[in-house]
Nanobody, 122 residues
Framework: EAHFVESGGGLVQAGGSLRLSCAAS????????IGWFRQAPGKDREGVSC????????YYADSVKGRFTISSDNAKNTVYLQMNSLKPEDTAVYYC???????????????WGQGTQVTVSS
């Protein structure tokens, strides 16, 4: 069973940066597309960025293009999300998940981490 542990969230001022980490276990890391999602209070969960670990394919939501960068370290079974130029509207709980598809959409059987809170103050 897939298992994810997210870390790196916190409180940051607008314009600042954070790097989220997602340590994955319980499945063959290289075989999957892995994604970062976020959910703000009262809003639906949305795909932020996803990466095909074997082919390096990346997807970014329009709202984060040019500011966020997703990467993976196959030796560590870890996916990262570097978030720069953070805005108050980026405030949400960020989740790591797999499998997801190339449009960064999740399935009914997608497994989720516990999430990490990101708060951006204005």
């Amino acid at each position: 069973e897939a298992h994810f542990v997210e870390s790196g969230g916190g409180l940051v001022q607008a314009g600042g940066s954070l790097r989220l980490s997602c340590a994955a276990s319980g499945f063959t890391f290289e075989n999957y597309i892995i994604g970062w999602f976020r959910q703000a209070p009262g809003k639906d969960r949305e795909g932020v960025s996803c990466i095909g670990v074997s082919d390096g394919y990346t997807y970014y939501a329009d709202s984060v293009k040019g500011r966020f960068t997703i990467s993976s370290d196959n030796a560590k079974n870890t996916v990262y999300l570097q978030m720069n130029s953070l805005k108050p509207e980026d405030t949400a709980v960020y989740y790591c998940a797999a499998p997801v598809d190339y449009t960064c959409s999740y399935y009914l059987h997608t497994s989720w981490g516990q999430g990490t809170q990101v708060t951006v103050s204005s």
